[in-house]
């Protein structure tokens, strides 16, 4: 079975600060990841997708993706209260069709 | 555009009621997907329909139907609910039918969520 792991949380982080979210999968074929983001109450929207080897930015969020060592990471700089949140990381994996694979996420508090 | 819409928002069911849970996307999109939100599970997807005429059994499909209308309308109908199936419900939408890898079109769209509770 394909399986997508993330540590649940909280991860609490002051104002400022960098917050680092991980997720590790377990198919070393697999080639695009998402990172959506969800808030208490709402549904998930998409906030990355990263698809090479290596970093990429969008403003504030950076996603980092590793494929030798199976893992992608989210990068928050200058956290902010608005984004304390649950992140969720989903994985296409090669051969599943058109089905993303979602892990558990990992809820985020930024604290003032 | 109003993206991807379901009905309804909330719904309450007694053990052994019947309902259909609606979801439209006006996107033009080819797939859609039912998926159900659980404490501590993250999503899990239950039925998804890759293009209008075809439907696939997700990782937890027991207990539901779903009918693809037509292109727009994804409906997911519980037959005879049980407490079990108490969660929330998200209908998501994605652009191409087929997988592209390298392209952000795997984006999948998501509905406002139902909340059901099966009593």
């Known amino acids: 079975q394909k399986e997508v792991e993330q540590n649940s949380g909280p991860l609490s982080v002051p104002e400022g600060a960098i917050a680092s979210l991980n997720c590790t999968y377990s198919?070393?074929?697999?080639?695009?990841f998402f990172w959506y983001r969800q808030y208490s109450g709402k549904s998930p929207e998409l906030i990355m997708f990263?698809?090479?080897?290596g970093d990429k930015e969008d403003g504030r969020f950076t996603a980092q993706l590793n494929k030798a060592s199976q893992y992608v990471s989210l990068l928050i700089r200058d956290s902010q209260p608005s984004d304390s949140a649950t992140y969720l990381c989903?994985?296409?994996?090669?051969?599943?069709?058109?089905?993303?694979?979602f892990g558990t996420g990992t809820q985020l508090k930024v604290e003032l | 555009n109003a993206g991807v819409t379901q009905t309804p928002k909330f719904q309450v069911l007694k053990t052994g009621q019947s309902m259909t849970l609606q979801c439209a996307q006006d996107?033009?999109?080819?797939?859609m997907y039912w998926y159900r939100q659980d404490p501590g599970m993250g999503l899990r997807l239950i039925y998804y329909?890759?293009?209008?005429?075809?439907?696939d059994k997700g990782e937890v499909p027991n207990g539901y139907n779903v009918s693809r209308l037509n292109k727009r309308e994804f409906s997911l109908r519980l037959e005879s609910a049980a407490p079990s199936q108490t969660s929330v419900y998200f209908c998501?939408?994605?652009?191409?039918?087929?997988?592209?890898?390298?392209?952000?079109?795997?984006?999948?769209?998501f509905g406002p969520g139902t909340r059901l509770t099966v009593l």
């Open positions: 998501a939408s994605r652009a191409r039918g087929e997988s592209n890898l390298r392209s952000s079109y795997n984006e999948q769209f």
């Open positions: 198919d070393r074929g697999s080639q695009s």
């Open positions: 990263i698809y090479s080897n």
């Open positions: 989903a994985v296409l994996f090669t051969g599943g069709g058109n089905k993303l694979t």
């Open positions: 996107m033009n999109h080819n797939s």
């Open positions: 329909s890759a293009s209008e005429g075809t439907t």
